[in-house]
C-alpha cells in the first residue's frame, strides 16, 4: 500500500469502528466523534507521513484524535473563562442518541462533564497513567485523581455500583509494556 488513498481507504474500512467507538467515548456524541474521526483522518494524511501500515495509521488517527480532543476541551475550558457573559446555547437534541442509548457505556459516560469524560476515556480506554494523563491535558496529578474519583462516583452512583471497589484491572506503565 503504497498510495496514499489505498492506506485511507484501509484504515476506515477495517477500522473505522474502533475509530469511531473511541472518538464516542471521547466526546459523549455520534455527531462529534464522526467529526473527531474525519478531522483526524484529514490531519494525518493530509501530510505525507511515512506510516509502515494499515496498523500503524490507525494508531496515528487515533492518537491525532486524542490530540485535536484534548486540544478542543482546553480551548473550550479558555473560552468559558474569559468570556464569563457569553451563554452557551443548549445543544441541538443527537437523534443519534436513540440509537446509542442502548449501549449503557456511553449512557453513563454522556453523563460526565467533558473533562472528567476525557480524563476516564483516556484512563480507562488507552490505559494512560495518571502522569501521562496529565501531562497531555497540561493538568496537575492531583486534579486528574480528582476527575477520575468524580468520574467514578458519578459512574457509580448511575450504574448501582460500589465506587469504594479498587480497579478490576490495573493499568501498566506503558515502559512495562
Known sequence: MTDTSDLVAAVL???????????????????EADDLVQAAIVK????????????????????????LHVDRVRREATWRR?????????????????????DEVTRLLATL??????????????????ADIAHTMRLSEGTVKKY??????????????NAE???TSPVMDRGAR
Open 165 to 167: 471497589e479498587a480497579e
Open 113 to 130: 462533564p467533558p473533562r472528567v469524560r476525557t480524563v476516564a476515556a483516556l484512563r480507562y480506554f488507552d490505559d494512560l497513567t495518571l
Open 44 to 67: 494525518t494524511f493530509v501530510k505525507r507521513r511515512r506510516l509502515r501500515d494499515e496498523r500503524a495509521a490507525e494508531a496515528y488517527v487515533r492518537a491525532t484524535m486524542r490530540t
Open 82 to 102: 474569559l468570556v464569563p457573559s457569553f451563554v452557551w446555547a443548549e445543544p441541538v437534541v443527537d437523534h443519534a442518541s436513540d440509537i446509542v442509548g442502548e
Open 148 to 161: 477520575l474519583q468524580e468520574a467514578r462516583d458519578r459512574l457509580a452512583a448511575v450504574a448501582g455500583l
Open 13 to 31: 474500512r477495517d477500522g473505522g469502528r474502533r475509530l469511531a467507538s473511541y472518538g464516542l467515548a471521547l466526546t459523549g456524541s455520534a455527531h
